[in-house]
Nanobody, 125 residues
Framework: QVQLVESGGGLVQAGGSLRLSCAASGRTTSSMYTMGWFRQAPGKEREFVSTVSRSGGSTDYADSVKGRFTISRDDAKNTVYLQMNSLKPEDTAVYYC?????????????????WGQGTQVTVSS
């Protein structure tokens, strides 16, 4: 079992930056999992944002955040980060961290085994 706890959300003006963190704990370490970030805006379905492979050598991003967001992992700290720059009002959502027991990432929610509770990001115009 893996527990995931997100932090770092908040209110920021358009053009600003935030860094989200996802701390993993439990009987296994984060290095055993591919990690992903998803988000859900009010009235919309949860959508893929970014993923980083178990080795950290492969990353992928949704087109809407490519070039603005950067995912990284520090397995010594069992933590995954999402650096978000040049934020836009349309980035407003609850951001969720997820872990997948596989060596490659996925765009699909159902392929992730564990989820955090989410952290709110609000970008004002």
């Amino acid at each position: 079992q893996v527990q995931l706890v997100e932090s770092g959300g908040g209110l920021v003006q358009a053009g600003g930056s935030l860094r989200l963190s996802c701390a993993a704990s439990g009987r296994t370490t984060s290095s055993m999992y591919t990690m992903g970030w998803f988000r859900q805006a009010p009235g919309k379905e949860r959508e893929f944002v970014s993923t980083v492979s178990r080795s950290g050598g492969s990353t992928d991003y949704a087109d809407s955040v490519k070039g603005r967001f950067t995912i990284s992992r520090d397995d010594a700290k069992n933590t995954v980060y999402l650096q978000m720059n040049s934020l836009k009002p349309e980035d407003t959502a609850v951001y969720y961290c997820a872990a997948r027991a596989h060596n490659r990432g996925s765009y699909y929610l159902h392929e992730y085994n564990y989820w955090g509770q989410g952290t709110q990001v609000t970008v004002s115009s």
